[in-house]
């Protein structure tokens, strides 16, 4: 299937030939003219599924290769792709929250819906890294656990990573109460720029600004991060929202080192 499609992309990462990347839009152009909405994860029957990652894949130029991810349960889990011979239908049944590769022709990815996705690169070493980081991962430091996890097993250092912080809820519609905001008040005692008061002794709580403070103590550089600034919840007809629709579809986010 041919398909006209408005991906997102970090010019960042676009500078390096070895990597292809890309962040799916809401909707798609079949070849019949049709306007689509990508279906993954099942929300419909799995055929469809197959389909639509499928036509993502190749609209970016990745042909004839599964999509590698893992079963997400908003905690701190990080997954090492490092077995050439393991398939995609195993990955996907392993519950974690971030996939780490050296493998090229591995397309790996995350699905979001609110949820910041978090893309990684270390051009020195060619390890790519894919990181779902919602409210509840962003509290137990998964960004962080990432890049420690990629110097352990890598030896990835922290200074020399590229960052992408991809669509994401704003600090402009997260609205939650005080028990949600609490935990990062102890991560970050002394800063204020990542929420803000709300109605009723509620907050509007900013998922990116809390994960440029744990990349900056991961030991990324500021000036290695790079975020779209993109709220899904205000981008009704191009991305996907779970606070602003409920039972919705994914959006997903996916690297690859070319073989």
Not at 16 to 35: M, T, W, Y
Not at 54 to 78: A, P, Y
Not at 149 to 176: D, K, N, W
Not at 211 to 225: D, F, H, R, S, T
Request: charged share 25%; net charge positive.
């Amino acid at each position: 299937m041919n398909a006209s499609l408005e991906k997102l992309k970090f010019n960042q990462f676009d500078k390096f030939p070895e990597l292809v990347h890309a962040i799916s839009p809401r909707c798609f152009e079949n070849d019949q003219g049709e306007i689509k909405n990508f279906s993954f994860l099942g929300d419909d029957n799995f055929g469809k599924t197959k389909d639509h990652l499928k036509v993502f894949l190749e609209s970016i130029g990745i042909t004839n290769r599964s999509l590698f991810f893992v079963n997400q349960v908003h905690g701190d889990k990080i997954f090492v792709l490092s077995d050439a011979s393991l398939a995609s239908s195993e990955t996907m049944k392993i519950s974690a929250d971030a996939l780490v590769t050296h493998l090229s022709g591995k397309p790996i990815g995350v699905f979001t819906a609110d949820c910041l996705p978090i893309l990684i690169y270390d051009p020195r070493l060619k390890v790519i890294a894919v990181v779902h980081a919602g409210r509840k991962g962003s509290e137990q430091s998964i960004l962080f656990k990432v890049v420690r996890e990629m110097g352990r097993v890598y030896g990835s250092r922290p200074e020399g990573l590229i960052t992408g912080f991809g669509p994401a809820i704003g600090g402009c519609c997260y609205e939650v109460r005080e028990d949600c905001v609490r935990p990062f008040r102890k991560m970050f005692p002394d800063e204020t720029g990542w929420f803000r008061d709300g109605l009723s002794g509620k907050y509007f709580l900013d998922l990116i600004a809390v994960n440029k403070m744990e990349g900056k103590k991961a030991g990324l550089l500021q000036e290695n991060i790079f975020s779209m600034d993109y709220c899904t919840c205000c981008s009704a007809r191009k991305m996907y929202s779970y606070r602003r629709e409920g039972r919705t579809g994914r959006i997903l986010s996916t690297i690859m080192l070319r073989p």
